[in-house]
């Protein structure tokens, strides 16, 4: 891993745990399984982008379900990832589209 990636890894670990130790996230069981599925498979692949895009969705989809409850460490956790998130999508679609654009 390069060392750009391995930092980018880190720090969202970092953030990713920082939720998850939160005393209202650890309330709620499902939320948690979320970022340990999301933590997981960053620690595994490496893949911060990817991540970041299929974490943000996962978290928007769970507050749909809980905005009575939506704890703000989720919140804060949702806006330190979604430039990644974003920019990992624009690219995807980008991707996708090449082949009919050109």
């Known amino acids: 891993m390069r060392a750009k990636q391995q930092v980018k890894v880190t720090q969202m670990l970092d953030q990713i745990s920082a939720a998850y130790g939160d ?6 069981p499902a939320l948690q399984q979320i970022l340990l599925k999301a933590a997981t498979q960053l620690d595994k692949t490496g893949d911060y982008q990817l991540v970041a895009a299929k974490l943000c969705k996962a978290l928007a989809l769970y507050y749909w379900q809980h905005q009575q409850d939506f704890p703000a460490a989720a919140v804060v956790l949702q806006q330190q990832i979604k430039g990644l998130a974003l920019k990992y999508d624009a690219t995807a679609a980008a991707a996708m589209l090449l082949p009919i654009w050109f």
């Open 23 to 28: 005393a209202v996230v650890k309330q709620q």
